[in-house]
């Protein structure tokens, strides 16, 4: 190759990683950098709203925080039940969804409350309270949930958890029931969860108006940017690897008319557990509309796996 060509090649090299970076920084802000909500912006149901403001005004309000393993500081809002269940040891932890906090749990929280069940609503790290300047997707946020199981424990040795989480939130609790956990854990909830991240984006970036490179070239783009810049690899943020490894029982709620997670991804996740199971589906509910498209449905399943893990 003559020297002329050699630098061409070497320019036109450094053009395109140029171009590539930028696409990848471009694509780093819009899906990994967290996004606050808005307190103008509306929620889907007039109970959601209704349901941070139980979390807001609930008078045994308490704002706790402990610390990450990498030294983030986390908060998370607990909520000890006015009437406790029988023994008093029972306690649910809520996982909020992506670009939101944890007073969007309020109307589960409610639910549970309503029960005699104690509430820990976390803050996932980069949103509401907690520190952090990245979106973990459930990976990073494993090991966060895992630390404010303990947290509990260390208020009540005795305590029962039952871990449930919506959209990434349930990622997130799906992630968490990969690992070891204390025998203290009775019980997952995950409703509407994506089996794996990159089919999650892929599905999302299909519908994209914007969608200006291929997938694949975008996605590569975006993992190094992540590595890089968060520290994990995209490819590790997997729920159906993780429920594979579970030893606790899981019960899986998803709408059927979900366009932003298929319900398909339940079904996978559901035939991938490795625990006991449940799968139930709400028809015509959009992404994470079961609660209010047919909540008395939702509450019995809740019912249901809570009594059949003896968690009630």
Not at 187 to 212: P, T
Not at 233 to 244: G, S, T
Request: charge should be negative.
């Amino acid at each position: 190759m003559s020297k002329k060509k050699h630098w061409w090649l070497a320019g036109a090299m450094a053009v395109f990683a140029g171009i590539g970076a930028v696409a990848g920084d471009r694509l780093y802000r819009q899906v990994v950098l967290p996004k606050a909500r808005s307190e103008e912006e509306p929620d889907f149901s007039e109970a959601v709203t209704e349901g941070r403001q139980f979390v807001r005004n609930h008078p045994a309000h308490q704002d706790v925080y402990l610390k990450s393993i990498d030294q983030l500081k986390l908060h998370a809002v607990y909520l000890r039940a006015e009437k406790p269940a029988a023994d008093g040891h029972r306690y649910a932890v809520l996982v909020h969804g992506i670009h939101d906090n944890c007073e969007s749990m309020g109307i589960y929280a409610r639910q549970y409350a309503d029960l005699g069940v104690h509430v820990l609503l976390p803050d996932l790290r980069g949103y509401g309270k907690s520190e952090g300047n990245y979106t973990g997707f459930g990976y990073d946020d494993r090991l966060d949930i895992i630390e404010w199981i303990y947290w509990l424990l260390r208020q009540d040795e005795k305590a029962q958890i039952l871990l449930h989480g919506v959209s990434m939130g349930a990622a997130t609790v799906l992630m968490t029931a990969g690992e070891h956990l204390p025998d203290a854990v009775k019980g997952v909830i995950s409703d509407s969860a994506y089996s794996d991240l990159k089919d999650e984006f892929a599905h999302v970036y299909a519908s994209s108006e914007k969608s200006l490179l291929p997938f694949p070239v975008a996605y590569e783009l975006l993992r190094v940017q992540t590595r890089t810049r968060a520290g994990f690899d995209l490819n590790d943020v997997c729920p159906q690897e993780a429920v594979a490894r579970a030893d606790v029982p899981i019960l899986y709620l998803h709408g059927d008319a979900d366009r932003l997670i298929p319900v398909s991804m339940a079904t996978k996740l559901y035939e991938e557990t490795g625990s006991r199971r449940h799968l139930a589906t709400f028809m015509g509910a959009d992404h994470i509309r079961g609660v209010v498209t047919d909540p008395e449905k939702y509450r019995e399943q809740v019912l249901d796996f809570c009594r059949e893990t003896a968690f009630l």
